[in-house]
């Protein structure tokens, strides 16, 4: 059978290889894609590699990608032909998607050659300055790969790890702690300037991020914070200053400062704790590690609901959460006693489960409910499972020694066990008996005899050993069967095994010390035998004892102090928990799991006994100062709206009339170009030239026709300034070009758009984009509005009060976040209807701006009133209450996706510079048919702009349709384009970084241009 698979196989690689040197680029992508589905069940397909590394350079994207996917996997193993596509690996590091970027770097740092260490470096650096945040995750993945290449490039990772822990995208978080921890875990100070960033990102983090993360903190907060555990009073400051005292001083308590907790400690605690609600028992396991750690004594009980939930989870996780309890409830056994049946042995359990359930219910057993526990133990003595049974056993023996009111109930529990069938059971119970005897040997001579009785019956060696071991030990105390049982250990001798053997030659020099007459020959014979065993174990203790007990010239004078040696009294065995131990480990890792110290364990340090300096973790932050560019169509501005100018300014500039509204625009432009340095001044002077401007708009509707000219000349002054500033710390924006063709039309009009505001980043690129943005995207009026109302409220609901919306499609004066939406409200009953408003309580998440109160409608009447919705770019229900003065009504605003945009006007140019920037994951795309009345020019544009708010870009192409807009909520870009393939069908490609929004648009529109 093994050869026809072989055979198969061979034939499948042929087949293969040969699609994959096919020019046909759909052959090429299903070759691949059969081979990573080899690899995924496991299968050997290196001898593809050859001919899988020669489409590495192919332009179909999704070929390149699997290629790389599948380089990943083999470029270790064949370096060789992964070198010679290397250059190809360096071009795609420059590719514009994200994908190959990413991927091109990951198989870069897969190849494990040292020679191409420096390529790899370079990769690496460029990568960590990316735009996008999935290849600056990449590169703190390939981090850790290049340091396990080639340790001594550390102090140049050390830089790269340095830049991206200050990256604030929750992507990277996760991925480059994981690269600190492997790269450089004791430089601390790397952490100091990021650790408030990364305790406030945490929630936000990918789930095995906040494992990584979560560790590190808890390690960092170990060496910066002193401990919370000092209120319990475990310490003794001056215990060594105090040894040498009076008495009269030792006497006296030490004064010490009550404990405070570091603000950044209790950010830690308080920033992790909702995580014990995660899906992901690693992350509930890491957060309660931290608690267990960090946390003060009281509040560690908050992880015991979340622990005790995870036991529901599979085995493996039971059993990891499981031992993490066990080492718990040693030292603080009061928080998991309210859950003691949660840790209830089930027959279904495996019996690692089962053992584990026992040490914790040994471990929380108290005089409280010790009955309880015994009870639950006497079930599992009768279990099925022997190991079990045995484990149960020497729990019943702990509990014994821990709690002495049930010392003897249990010791009588355990001597009506020795007569079960169940020879593990009988030993096992032997065992126990033999430690609990010896911490009161004097008072349980009866069961040492009834033992004794049962020797002949019990097989198990173990268990003959222990017997034989307590009868020697408290011989004088049964002078009369000690004897007896040594002279049947004399006939079955040679018999038994090596570890019953070695008991009974010590029992027999015991009896030979005690009582030399009844025993003398019994034990010269056993001497005898135990002289040729074929153990040397047997023969090297006979030897000895014979020269210790039996005084002849050569035994010296050791013999004196026989008896002080054998019959010495010996202490009590401690019957301890197997954990007791383990708390030297971090809790949930590794080496807590197996007892020992793995590789790459990070020991936790002990807390430091003085508070370190909490101003290292301190950032100066910028303060964020909005600057409110406003968009003025209308009337000239007059003095009051310069953007730069100090309050005795702008208070003469409110008086002066409209005549000089040319002169003082020119100075307060050429004011705002000699003044850049002085960023904060001319910023708040910019808001608060925004604000005034809001409120004068209403008051310069008049006289707009006497100053054209002004005008004019107003625009030249403002064009000509515009080229000859070139403002570093601000951005001033005056309005559109007059050569646009919509800009006459809105001038006309005497509207304005909403101010938008943008924070001051600092950054002169990131200013440089904003700018060159605002010059290439502005916002215009919608091409096309739908006249089609939805029902808000039914006259019968409303109680004779109808409504109902639509969206004007216009710009909302309420803010610039917000869809404008009106509504018509219709009073359908017979009497006046009174105070119509919105009530208070309204959607969580979401921003409304309520309509002023209508104090009166009459029966028939209907008013048109407008509103604002910040919808937060989701198409979520607005639900709100619409109420009158004796009701109020549920009502909801549900919108369209394409009544989120605001449509903006670019040139062809710029829509493919931007396209360009947002493409792989932020690009959708889908086959269309389209019905054919929607194949003309006019009839498609039409189409597309009645179901979203988009502006038409122009193109020079017959067959390439485009159109933009933004979203109103967060000003993100939308681009759709449309590629007619022929007459009926085509391709429909939206790009936008709001991917769930491009998702339903590109439904919307499909569906649309397929109907007439």
Same mark, same amino acid.
């Given at each position: 059978?093994?050869?026809?698979?072989?055979?198969?196989?061979?034939?499948?690689?042929?087949?293969?290889?040969?699609?994959?040197?096919?020019?046909?680029?759909?052959?090429?992508?299903?070759?691949? /894609?059969?081979?990573?589905?080899?690899?995924?069940?496991?299968?050997?397909?290196?001898? $593809?590699?050859?001919?899988?590394? /020669?489409?590495?350079?192919?332009?179909?994207?999704?070929?390149?990608?699997?290629?790389?996917?599948?380089?990943?996997?083999?470029?270790?193993?064949?370096?060789?032909?992964?070198?010679? =596509?290397?250059?190809?690996?360096?071009?795609?590091?420059?590719?514009?998607?994200?994908?190959?970027?990413?991927?091109?770097?990951?198989?870069?740092?897969?190849?494990?050659?040292?020679?191409?260490?420096?390529?790899?470096?370079?990769?690496?650096?460029?990568?960590?300055?990316?735009? =996008?945040?999935?290849?600056?995750?990449?590169?703190?993945?390939?981090?850790?790969?290049?340091?396990?290449?080639?340790?001594?490039?550390?102090?140049?990772?050390?830089?790269?790890?340095?830049?991206?822990?200050?990256?604030?995208?929750?992507?990277?978080?996760?991925?480059?702690?994981?690269?600190?921890?492997?790269?450089?875990? !004791?430089?601390?100070?790397?952490?100091?300037?990021?650790?408030?960033?990364?305790?406030?990102?945490?929630? !936000?983090?990918?789930?095995?991020?906040?494992?990584?993360?979560?560790?590190?903190?808890?390690?960092?907060?170990?060496?910066?914070?002193?401990?919370?555990?000092?209120?319990?009073?475990?310490?003794?400051?001056?215990?060594?200053?105090?040894?040498?005292?009076?008495?009269?001083?030792?006497?006296?308590?030490?004064?010490?400062?009550?404990?405070?907790?570091?603000?950044?400690?209790?950010?830690?605690?308080?920033?992790?704790?909702?995580?014990?609600?995660?899906?992901?028992?690693?992350?509930?396991?890491?957060?309660? %590690?931290?608690?267990?750690?960090?946390?003060?004594? %009281?509040?560690?009980?908050?992880?015991?609901?979340?622990?005790?939930?995870?036991?529901?989870?599979?085995?493996?996780?039971?059993?990891?959460?499981?031992?993490?309890?066990?080492?718990?409830?040693?030292? %603080?056994?009061?928080?998991?006693?309210?859950?003691?049946? &949660?840790?209830?042995?089930?027959?279904?359990?495996?019996?690692?489960?089962?053992?584990?359930?026992?040490?914790?219910?040994? *471990?929380?057993?108290?005089?409280?409910?010790?009955?309880?526990?015994?009870?639950?133990?006497?079930?599992?003595?009768?279990?099925?499972?022997?190991?079990?049974?045995?484990?149960?056993?020497?729990?019943?023996?702990?509990?014994?020694?821990?709690?002495?009111?049930?010392?003897?109930?249990?010791?009588?529990?355990?001597?009506?066990?020795?007569?079960?069938?169940?020879?593990?059971?009988?030993?096992? &119970?032997?065992?126990?008996?033999?430690?609990?005897?010896?911490?009161?040997?004097?008072?349980?001579?009866?069961?040492?005899?009834?033992?004794?009785?049962?020797?002949?019956?019990?097989?198990?060696?173990?268990?003959?050993?222990?017997?034989?071991?307590?009868?020697?030990?408290?011989?004088?105390?049964?002078?009369?069967?000690?004897?007896?049982? $040594?002279?049947?250990?004399?006939?079955?001798?040679?018999?038994?095994?090596?570890?019953?053997?070695?008991?009974?030659?010590?029992?027999?020099?015991?009896?030979?010390?005690?009582?030399? /007459?009844?025993?003398?020959?019994?034990? %010269?014979?056993?001497?005898?035998?135990?002289?040729?065993?074929?153990?040397?174990?047997?023969?090297?203790?006979?030897?000895?004892?014979?020269?210790?007990?039996?005084?002849?010239?050569? =035994?010296?004078?050791?013999?004196?102090?026989?008896?002080?040696?054998?019959?010495?009294?010996?202490?009590?065995?401690?019957?301890?928990?197997?954990?007791?131990?383990?708390?030297?480990?971090?809790?949930?890792?590794?080496?807590?799991?197996?007892?020992?110290?793995?590789?790459?364990?990070?020991? $936790?340090?002990?807390?430091?006994?003085?508070?370190?300096?909490?101003?290292?973790?301190?950032? +100066?932050?910028?303060?964020?100062?909005?600057?409110?560019?406003?968009?003025?169509?209308?009337?000239?501005?007059?003095?009051?709206?310069?953007?730069?100018? !100090?309050?005795?300014?702008?208070?003469?500039?409110?008086?002066?009339?409209?005549?000089?509204?040319?002169?003082?625009?020119?100075?307060?432009?050429?004011?705002?170009?000699?003044?850049? +340095?002085?960023?904060?001044?001319?910023?708040?002077?910019?808001?608060?030239?925004?604000?005034?401007?809001?409120?004068?708009?209403?008051?310069?509707?008049?006289?707009?026709?006497?100053?054209?000219?002004?005008?004019?000349?107003?625009?030249?002054?403002?064009?000509?300034?515009?080229?000859?500033?070139?403002?570093?710390?601000?951005?001033?924006?005056?309005?559109?070009?007059?050569?646009?063709?919509?800009?006459?039309?809105?001038?006309?009009?005497?509207?304005?758009?909403?101010?938008?505001?943008?924070?001051?980043?600092?950054?002169?690129?990131?200013?440089?984009?904003?700018?060159? $943005?605002?010059?290439?995207?502005?916002? &215009?009026?919608?091409?096309?509005?739908?006249?089609?109302?939805?029902?808000?409220?039914?006259?019968?609901?409303?109680?004779?009060?109808?409504?109902?919306?639509?969206?004007?499609?216009?710009?909302?004066?309420?803010? *610039?976040?917000?869809?404008?939406?009106?509504?018509?409200?219709?009073?359908?009953?017979?009497?006046?209807?009174?105070?119509?408003?919105?009530?208070?309580?309204?959607?969580?998440?979401?921003?409304?701006?309520?309509?002023?109160?209508?104090?009166?409608?009459?029966?028939?009447?209907?008013?048109?009133? &407008?509103?604002?919705?910040?919808?937060?770019?989701?198409?979520?229900?607005?639900?709100?209450?619409?109420?009158?003065? +004796?009701?109020?009504?549920?009502?909801?605003?549900?919108?369209?996706?394409?009544?989120?945009?605001?449509?903006?006007?670019?040139?062809?140019?710029?829509?493919?510079?931007?396209?360009?920037?947002?493409?792989?994951?932020?690009?959708?795309?889908?086959?269309?048919?389209?019905?054919?009345?929607?194949?003309?020019?006019?009839?498609?544009?039409?189409?597309?702009?009645?179901?979203?708010?988009?502006?038409?870009?122009?193109?020079?192409?017959?067959?390439?349709?485009?159109?933009?807009?933004?979203?109103?909520?967060?000003?993100?870009?939308?681009?759709?384009?449309?590629?007619?393939? !022929?007459?009926?069908?085509?391709?429909?490609?939206?790009?936008?970084?709001?991917?769930?929004?491009?998702?339903?648009?590109?439904?919307?529109?499909?569906?649309?241009?397929?109907?007439?």
């Amino acid at each position: 059978q093994s050869i026809f698979v072989a055979i198969f196989f061979i034939f499948l690689n042929e087949d293969l290889r040969e699609m994959l040197e096919s020019t046909k680029e759909s052959l090429k992508l299903e070759a691949m /894609k059969r081979i990573v589905g080899l690899i995924a069940r496991g299968k050997n397909a290196s001898e $593809l590699f050859p001919a899988v590394v /020669k489409n590495v350079a192919s332009k179909n994207i999704e070929l390149k990608k699997l290629v790389y996917v599948y380089l990943v996997r083999y470029a270790e193993e064949q370096q060789d032909l992964a070198l010679l =596509s290397i250059s190809t690996f360096q071009r795609a590091l420059k590719d514009p998607n994200q994908l190959i970027r990413a991927s091109a770097l990951r198989v870069l740092s897969s190849i494990r050659v040292p020679i191409i260490v420096p390529i790899m470096m370079l990769a690496i650096k460029e990568a960590a300055t990316d735009l =996008s945040p999935y290849v600056r995750k990449t590169a703190a993945h390939a981090i850790q790969k290049l340091y396990s290449l080639d340790a001594d490039q550390k102090e140049q990772l050390i830089e790269v790890i340095e830049k991206l822990l200050k990256d604030k995208s929750t992507l990277v978080a996760g991925s480059v702690v994981m690269a600190f921890e492997e790269v450089c875990p !004791d430089r601390i100070d790397l952490i100091h300037k990021n650790y408030r960033k990364l305790c406030n990102l945490l929630v !936000d983090v990918e789930e095995w991020g906040q494992v990584v993360i979560i560790s590190m903190l808890t390690r960092y907060a170990r060496t910066q914070f002193i401990s919370p555990w000092k209120e319990d009073g475990i310490f003794d400051e001056n215990s060594e200053q105090a040894f040498y005292e009076s008495d009269e001083e030792k006497l006296g308590t030490p004064q010490s400062k009550p404990y405070i907790m570091d603000p950044d400690h209790r950010l830690l605690l308080r920033n992790t704790k909702p995580l014990l609600q995660s899906r992901n028992t690693a992350v509930v396991m890491s957060v309660a %590690q931290l608690y267990w750690h960090l946390a003060p004594k %009281q509040e560690v009980g908050v992880i015991t609901k979340s622990l005790v939930r995870l036991l529901r989870s599979h085995r493996e996780v039971q059993y990891i959460v499981l031992q993490n309890i066990a080492t718990m409830s040693i030292q %603080q056994k009061g928080i998991f006693e309210p859950f003691m049946k &949660s840790f209830y042995v089930r027959s279904t359990d495996p019996t690692h489960i089962k053992t584990l359930k026992l040490e914790i219910l040994t *471990n929380l057993a108290n005089e409280a409910n010790i009955s309880t526990i015994l009870r639950e133990f006497q079930t599992y003595v009768k279990s099925q499972d022997k190991a079990f049974a045995a484990a149960t056993i020497q729990a019943i023996g702990r509990c014994a020694t821990n709690i002495t009111d049930v010392t003897d109930t249990c010791l009588n529990g355990l001597v009506l066990l020795l007569s079960n069938r169940d020879e593990t059971v009988v030993a096992e &119970s032997v065992v126990v008996i033999k430690k609990l005897l010896q911490t009161q040997p004097t008072q349980h001579s009866e069961i040492i005899k009834h033992m004794a009785k049962l020797f002949d019956n019990i097989t198990v060696p173990m268990a003959r050993a222990s017997i034989l071991w307590l009868i020697g030990e408290y011989c004088e105390r049964v002078p009369k069967i000690a004897p007896d049982v $040594l002279r049947k250990m004399a006939k079955t001798f040679t018999v038994e095994e090596d570890i019953v053997k070695l008991q009974t030659v010590n029992l027999a020099a015991k009896l030979y010390l005690t009582n030399s /007459k009844q025993t003398k020959l019994l034990t %010269q014979y056993i001497l005898n035998l135990g002289k040729y065993d074929q153990s040397y174990d047997i023969r090297d203790r006979t030897r000895f004892i014979r020269q210790l007990i039996v005084p002849n010239e050569k =035994s010296g004078a050791l013999s004196k102090y026989a008896r002080r040696i054998l019959l010495a009294s010996k202490p009590a065995p401690m019957l301890e928990s197997t954990f007791k131990d383990r708390d030297r480990f971090q809790l949930g890792t590794l080496s807590h799991t197996i007892n020992s110290k793995a590789t790459g364990y990070l020991e $936790l340090s002990d807390w430091p006994t003085a508070a370190p300096d909490s101003s290292v973790r301190n950032v +100066e932050v910028m303060e964020p100062v909005k600057k409110e560019i406003s968009w003025t169509f209308g009337a000239p501005l007059k003095s009051d709206d310069k953007f730069y100018s !100090d309050s005795g300014e702008e208070e003469g500039a409110g008086e002066e009339g409209t005549g000089s509204s040319s002169e003082d625009s020119s100075s307060s432009s050429s004011s705002s170009s000699s003044n850049e +340095e002085s960023d904060s001044e001319s910023e708040d002077k910019n808001s608060k030239h925004s604000e005034e401007t809001d409120s004068s708009q209403s008051d310069k509707s008049s006289g707009h026709s006497d100053k054209k000219k002004a005008d004019k000349k107003k625009r030249l002054q403002l064009k000509k300034k515009a080229k000859k500033a070139a403002p570093k710390e601000r951005y001033q924006m005056h309005r559109p070009p007059t050569h646009h063709p919509l800009t006459q039309e809105l001038w006309n009009l005497r509207t304005f758009t909403p101010k938008m505001a943008y924070t001051h980043t600092g950054k002169k690129k990131n200013r440089k984009q904003m700018v060159a $943005l605002f010059l290439c995207v502005q916002v &215009s009026s919608p091409v096309f509005v739908p006249m089609s109302s939805h029902e808000l409220l039914h006259r019968m609901t409303g109680k004779g009060l109808a409504a109902q919306y639509h969206f004007p499609r216009q710009p909302c004066i309420y803010g *610039n976040k917000m869809v404008s939406v009106q509504l018509t409200l219709t009073n359908s009953s017979d009497h006046t209807l009174e105070d119509i408003s919105i009530g208070e309580k309204t959607s969580s998440g979401q921003n409304i701006h309520r309509f002023s109160s209508i104090e009166r409608l009459e029966p028939g009447a209907s008013v048109t009133v &407008s509103m604002g919705i910040d919808f937060n770019d989701s198409t979520q229900a607005a639900n709100f209450q619409l109420c009158t003065k +004796e009701d109020q009504f549920s009502v909801s605003i549900q919108p369209v996706v394409g009544e989120l945009f605001l449509p903006v006007t670019m040139t062809e140019q710029d829509f493919r510079k931007e396209q360009g920037k947002l493409q792989g994951m932020n690009e959708t795309s889908a086959t269309i048919t389209m019905a054919p009345e929607n194949t003309s020019n006019q009839a498609l544009s039409k189409k597309m702009v009645s179901v979203a708010n988009m502006g038409v870009v122009p193109t020079g192409e017959d067959s390439l349709y485009r159109f933009a807009a933004k979203s109103v909520s967060s000003g993100d870009l939308v681009l759709v384009s449309v590629d007619l393939t !022929d007459s009926s069908s085509g391709r429909l490609t939206i790009n936008t970084e709001k991917t769930v929004i491009g998702s339903m648009l590109l439904r919307d529109l499909k569906t649309a241009l397929a109907q007439p």
